[in-house]
């Protein structure tokens, strides 16, 4: 493929190839991998940090949507027999099915779904432990926010009940083809003990912040499927929180929220 094609066809699926040496050790780094490690990479790209990842675990899985991609992907990594390639769309990719599963994830994520990917394998894999991942840096601050901040969110909540949450460290846009139009960041995900977000929780914390200038109690009113009465009962259980009966959601911790989901269920 051209460097124009590729360029063009990097844009378009929010892609941006990592060409600097040094940014791939940094990476490797604070990945701290061990030899047993089974590894996910979503965006092999044109397989710089596979072909780093491959040398030092157990197994590499990378994932890539792109096909024009595969004479180089093939070429970075023909000389290893512990990788799998999978030419799929990680947006529609069953992670469960990954054999064998992977203990961590490592990748520099295409922008355009990197907060949906972040948050899907912290659902659908267990076996992940820990990710160092590439993002745009609106995407590691709202994962890492704090309440009150204004980057917090629902991808805050949901990714800070299942895991600590940090910024490692800012990337220059030099370290990409084609050069970003935004600015990256290293985020490091680390899994908890009690890692496990119930349904229940996910729909509540998705429907608090679904009217973000409305009050909690009466965005999850507004709900599709809201049970009658939920409003009078979240003001209730907010104002034994220690609360005020019209807190929006930004005001509440991730715990918070797997505290009022359970008030919910016990006065449903």
């Not at 992670?95 to 990197?114: K, W």
């Not at 009217?211 to 009962?233: D, F, I, M, T, Y």
């Amino acid at each position: 493929m051209s460097e124009a094609g590729c360029r063009a066809g990097a844009r378009r699926l929010g892609q941006n190839f990592l060409v600097d040496r040094n940014i791939l050790g940094v990476i490797e780094r604070l990945a701290a991998l061990e030899p047993d490690d089974v590894v996910l990479e979503i965006g092999g790209g044109q397989g710089a940090l596979s072909e780093r990842l491959a040398g030092e675990v157990a197994h590499l899985h990378v994932v890539e949507v792109d096909l024009r991609l595969s004479d180089a992907l093939h070429a970075a990594l023909d000389g290893f027999s512990n990788v799998t390639l999978h030419f799929a769309d990680a947006l529609d990719l069953d992670f469960a099915a990954l054999d064998p599963e992977p203990s961590a994830v490592v990748a520099n994520l295409p922008y355009s779904i990197a907060a949906t990917v972040i948050l899907r394998t912290i659902d659908e894999l267990s076996s992940v432990r820990s990710w160092v991942v590439m993002v745009q840096r609106e995407v590691g601050e709202r994962l890492a926010a704090a309440v009150g901040e204004p980057a917090y969110g629902a991808p805050s909540v949901l990714a800070q009940l299942a895991c600590e949450v940090r910024v490692l460290r800012p990337v220059a846009r030099t370290v990409f083809r084609p050069v970003p139009r935004v600015d990256s960041v290293l985020v490091g995900l680390r899994r908890r003990a009690d890692s496990a977000v119930e349904p229940e929780v996910r729909a509540l914390v998705h429907h608090a912040f679904a009217h973000r200038r409305k009050a909690l109690a009466r965005s999850l009113a507004l709900a599709a499927e809201a049970r009658p009465g939920v409003r009078e009962r979240a003001r209730e259980a907010l104002v034994e929180m220690g609360h005020p009966p019209d807190e929006r959601a930004e005001r509440l911790s991730p715990e918070e929220f797997r505290a009022l989901a359970a008030r919910l269920r016990i006065g449903a």
